[in-house]
């Protein structure tokens, strides 16, 4: 008799957490960033942040525009992508306001706000 080798399978699950994973700013991006990131319009600093569960992109779209001078360059609330544009200080205050109210009032977990 001809044993045959026992086959497991594994299930793995992904459950996000409230997080923000990522948040960046890019203060003095290329000039052809903003074209290949479809920014047509875009000016100054860019900054990014990648958030989960993705439907708090929203959120943090919202309260960016509320916390500074940005424009909102992209929003993805299947994958939790968030892009804004504008001043240096005012991209990094919009952030700031996000942060606060995601991980302060929240409880998301928070990323460290990078600069390049």
């Given amino acids: 008799m001809i044993e045959l080798d026992e086959k497991k399978r594994i299930i793995q699950e992904f459950v996000p957490g409230k997080q923000v994973t990522l948040c960046h700013v890019i203060a003095s ?21 990648t958030i989960t569960p993705s439907e708090a992109a929203m959120i943090g779209a919202d309260v960016a525009a509320k916390a500074a001078s940005v424009e909102i360059g992209f929003v993805d609330r299947f994958n939790g992508s968030l892009v804004i544009t504008g001043e240096v200080a ?6 700031a306001g996000v942060m606060q109210v995601l991980c302060d009032m929240m409880g998301f977990s928070p990323a460290p706000m990078t600069r390049t």
């Fill in 90 to 95: 005012a991209v990094e205050e919009a952030l």
């Fill in 29 to 49: 991006p290329e000039d052809t960033l903003y074209a290949k990131l479809g920014l047509i319009d875009a000016h100054g600093a860019i900054g990014i942040m």
